[in-house]
């Protein structure tokens, strides 16, 4: 969790510099279906990146330590 939020900003500042470039070829009738790809693309990596795959690790790490060994089988 630490290392999404140390990572939070230059990661939005990674994506919006980049969707802000994708903006310009927006009025371009060639090339509008690339841009719209490209931000929206960019939007669904960002929050993947700093909201689901932070919690997913923090799901496997809590369900990997604290689940305590069985003592023994059950049959």
């Known amino acids: 969790m630490r290392s999404a939020i140390t ?5 939005i500042l990674t994506g919006l510099a980049a969707m802000m470039g994708a903006f310009f070829i927006l009025d371009d009738p060639i090339f509008n279906g690339l841009a719209i790809s490209l931000i929206f693309g960019i939007l669904v990596s960002t929050v993947l990146t700093l909201v689901v795959i932070p919690m997913l690790y923090y799901t496997a790490y809590h369900s990997q330590h604290s689940n305590p060994p069985k003592e023994g089988l059950e049959s």
């Open 7 to 11: 990572r939070a900003q230059p990661i």
